[in-house]
């Protein structure tokens, strides 16, 4: 574990990053504060297949009208 004040981190962040990345833990303290630096590998983020439209799936849902209506079943928890 490292551990250093934030004026020694910033003259040895590379140092520190090559660090974290292999898996050692850095913990840079200020004022009473402890700020762990960690690598965590970044994912690609997955391609947009499409932009969703409003309206595209009319008519294949239908919404009866009695759905505000209590259900049999709690009707006894509403009187």
């Known amino acids: 574990m490292i551990q250093l004040s934030v004026s020694e981190a910033s003259t040895r962040l590379p140092e520190l990053l090559t660090a974290a990345?292999?898996?050692?833990?850095?913990?840079?303290?200020?004022?009473?504060?402890?700020?762990?630096l960690t690598a965590v590998p970044s994912r690609p983020r997955p391609p947009v297949t499409g932009t969703p439209k409003a309206g595209r799936l009319k008519g294949q849902l239908i919404v009866p009208d009695d759905l505000d209506e209590p259900l049999e079943e709690l009707r006894e928890y509403s009187e």
């Open 21 to 36: 990345r292999a898996g050692q833990l850095v913990e840079i303290l200020e004022n009473g504060w402890t700020f762990r």
